[in-house]
């Protein structure tokens, strides 16, 4: 089983930048799948980018393709979400994701059984 704790979030200014960092506990982080999704109020939550057990592949939705990077440090069981040119459309609640051993990258929310709780982000215009 994966525990994670989510960082990084914050008020920041359209254009701005911010770094999200998901801290896992368990020894499973390197052979499990990781996704980043977020959720505005009153709205599902989607998916926002992934990233294989190696790292080698990565998913993005088309809304933060090209502003978003995902990443892993398997060795610090940490995943990171760098965030540059924020618009106000990105604000939302962030929540990293672990998929089960051994599976392969995923953009479906229902594919991860492992949740964090959460980090708020703000977008200001």
């Known amino acids: 089983q994966v525990q994670m704790v989510e960082s990084g979030g914050g008020l920041v200014q359209a254009g701005g930048s911010l770094r999200l960092s998901c801290a896992a506990s368990?020894?499973?982080?390197?052979?499990?799948?990781m996704g980043w999704f977020r959720q505005a109020p009153g709205k599902e939550r989607n998916f926002v980018a992934a990233?294989?057990?190696?790292?080698?592949?990565?998913y993005y939705a088309d809304s933060v393709k090209g502003r978003f990077t995902i990443s892993r440090d398997n060795a610090k069981s940490t995943v990171y979400l760098q965030m540059n040119s924020l618009k106000p459309e990105d604000t939302a609640v962030y929540y990293c994701?672990?998929?089960?051993?051994?599976?392969?990258?995923?953009?479906?929310?229902?594919?991860?059984?492992?949740w964090g709780q959460g980090t708020q982000v703000t977008v200001s215009s």
């Open positions: 990233i294989s057990r190696s790292g080698e592949s990565k």
């Open positions: 368990g020894r499973t982080f390197s052979t499990s799948p």
């Open positions: 994701a672990a998929r089960n051993s051994f599976t392969i990258i995923s953009t479906v929310a229902s594919e991860y059984p492992y």
